[in-house]
């Protein structure tokens, strides 16, 4: 059922006569750009991509760790989105984007905003510019960019108004912005052909934001913030990557919208998976959510002393507070038959796996 059957007002994307014709679909053989190739999502989606047949060229910075891709056969583009020279070199001959890359911490607004937001639009310009014909320009944002749920049960679906709550949101949404003006330019030569998909919290090998929660429960201990039970919805990178490609692929994903997540679980429910993997038995400490304001206050000394942005800084702790961020996979799942393939149980044995295969765990 569409947003008119359902009684729903449109979307806002792409109008009808900008829909891709036949010969700039994508195929195998394919080039893709995917930047941030040597992340998390970044590093699975490349390997996928590789697998269905595609060439990819990995956008890094010089001084990016990529033990995770380098034995990978693609080619390389050693730039970043605040180089216009090394974007139009990076850009030749692409038949796609995926932009994966993303600043997560920083000291102000600005930094956040002149790399997500301005970073993103130089990159889509450069694209279009360099390749007129080019067939998808994907944007992988956030469900930052929308914001957490209202209470438990409400799912955040794709014509929810976006009200995002700390810096980092503001610029992924000032990126779609972006990114979907660019595509509605009247008169423009070549229109973006714009598919923009939000994941949610993401986890997995190679994950290292959540590693210290697995870390945790191996040392039997399972931390709870406030006496009330606290939801999210989850994706595990491989599904995440699976997704990302079929937006890349199906025709009715240019100039839509998607958020990318599996079912919502309690953090008790992911700590008991975690806890199964690792056959540990934990003790529950719960943290009063007061906490956090020491927290943010000591990590503002730290970032004032180092001039570098802190893990739990009170840009993040702002998110940390909001006890529900739960969303919606309905559109993903009707327009482009996605389907989460890993339940939470095997796609945290397969990350405790990982872990412990690495020496992480």
Same mark, same amino acid.
């Given at each position: 059922?569409?947003? +008119?059957?359902?009684?729903?007002?449109?979307?806002?994307?792409?109008?009808?006569?900008?829909?891709?014709?036949?010969?700039?679909?994508?195929?195998?053989?394919?080039?893709?750009?995917?930047?941030?190739?040597?992340?998390?999502?970044?590093?699975?989606?490349?390997?996928?991509?590789?697998?269905?047949?595609?060439?990819?060229?990995?956008?890094?910075?010089?001084?990016?760790?990529?033990?995770?891709?380098?034995?990978?056969?693609?080619?390389?583009?050693?730039?970043?989105?605040?180089?216009?020279?090394?974007?139009?070199?990076?850009?030749?001959?692409?038949? +796609?984007?995926?932009?994966?890359?993303?600043?997560?911490?920083?000291?102000?607004?600005?930094?956040?905003?002149?790399?997500?937001?301005?970073?993103?639009?130089?990159?889509?310009? +450069?694209?279009?510019?360099?390749?007129?014909? !080019?067939?998808?320009?994907?944007?992988?944002?956030?469900?930052?960019?929308?914001?957490?749920?209202?209470?438990?049960?409400?799912?955040?679906?794709?014509?929810?108004?976006?009200?995002?709550?700390?810096?980092?949101?503001?610029?992924?949404?000032?990126?779609?912005?972006?990114?979907?003006?660019?595509?509605?330019?009247?008169?423009?030569?070549?229109?973006?052909?714009?598919?923009?998909?939000?994941?949610?919290?993401?986890?997995?090998?190679?994950?290292?934001?959540?590693?210290?929660?697995?870390?945790?429960?191996?040392?039997?201990?399972?931390?709870?913030?406030?006496?009330?039970?606290?939801?999210?919805?989850?994706?595990?990178?491989?599904?995440?990557?699976?997704?990302?490609?079929?937006?890349?692929?199906?025709?009715?994903?240019?100039?839509?919208?998607?958020?990318?997540?599996?079912?919502?679980?309690?953090?008790?429910?992911?700590?008991?998976?975690?806890?199964?993997? !690792?056959?540990?038995?934990?003790?529950?400490?719960?943290?009063?959510?007061?906490?956090?304001?020491?927290?943010?206050?000591?990590?503002?000394?730290?970032?004032?002393?180092?001039?570098?942005?802190?893990?739990?800084?009170?840009?993040?702790?702002?998110?940390?507070?909001?006890?529900?961020?739960?969303?919606?996979?309905?559109?993903?799942?009707?327009?482009?038959?996605?389907?989460?393939?890993?339940?939470?149980?095997?796609?945290?044995?397969?990350?405790?796996?990982?872990?412990?295969?690495?020496?992480?765990?």
């Amino acid at each position: 059922m569409n947003n +008119a059957e359902k009684g729903l007002p449109a979307e806002k994307g792409l109008p009808a006569e900008t829909k891709l014709p036949a010969e700039r679909r994508l195929a195998a053989g394919s080039l893709v750009l995917v930047t941030g190739a040597n992340g998390l999502v970044g590093s699975h989606l490349t390997e996928l991509l590789l697998a269905r047949g595609y060439r990819v060229r990995c956008m890094v910075r010089r001084t990016s760790d990529l033990s995770f891709i380098r034995d990978l056969p693609v080619k390389w583009a050693y730039t970043d989105v605040r180089d216009e020279d090394g974007l139009h070199q990076a850009c030749q001959g692409i038949d +796609a984007v995926c932009h994966c890359a993303a600043l997560t911490r920083a000291l102000d607004e600005e930094t956040f905003l002149r790399v997500n937001a301005q970073g993103t639009e130089s990159l889509a310009r +450069a694209a279009i510019k360099a390749n007129p014909d !080019l067939r998808r320009f994907l944007q992988v944002s956030s469900q930052s960019a929308v914001g957490p749920s209202r209470e438990d049960g409400d799912y955040v679906d794709e014509l929810r108004p976006p009200y995002p709550t700390n810096w980092y949101g503001k610029s992924k949404l000032a990126a779609e912005q972006a990114l979907l003006a660019m595509a509605n330019e009247p008169g423009s030569s070549g229109r973006l052909p714009l598919t923009i998909v939000r994941p949610t919290a993401v986890f997995g090998p190679r994950d290292r934001d959540f590693f210290s929660y697995f870390d945790l429960v191996k040392r039997g201990l399972e931390l709870r913030l406030g006496r009330e039970e606290r939801r999210v919805s989850l994706i595990y990178v491989r599904d995440l990557a699976e997704l990302i490609v079929l937006a890349l692929e199906n025709q009715v994903a240019v100039g839509q919208t998607y958020f990318a997540c599996g079912p919502g679980h309690t953090y008790a429910e992911f700590s008991g998976a975690i806890a199964r993997a !690792l056959n540990k038995r934990t003790v529950r400490i719960t943290l009063p959510v007061a906490v956090l304001t020491p927290i943010g206050l000591v990590a503002q000394v730290q970032e004032w002393l180092t001039h570098r942005p802190a893990l739990l800084n009170k840009q993040r702790i702002k998110d940390m507070r909001e006890p529900y961020w739960l969303c919606s996979e309905e559109k993903a799942r009707q327009e482009l038959g996605f389907m989460p393939r890993y339940d939470l149980d095997t796609a945290v044995r397969e990350t405790v796996d990982w872990y412990q295969e690495n020496g992480w765990l």
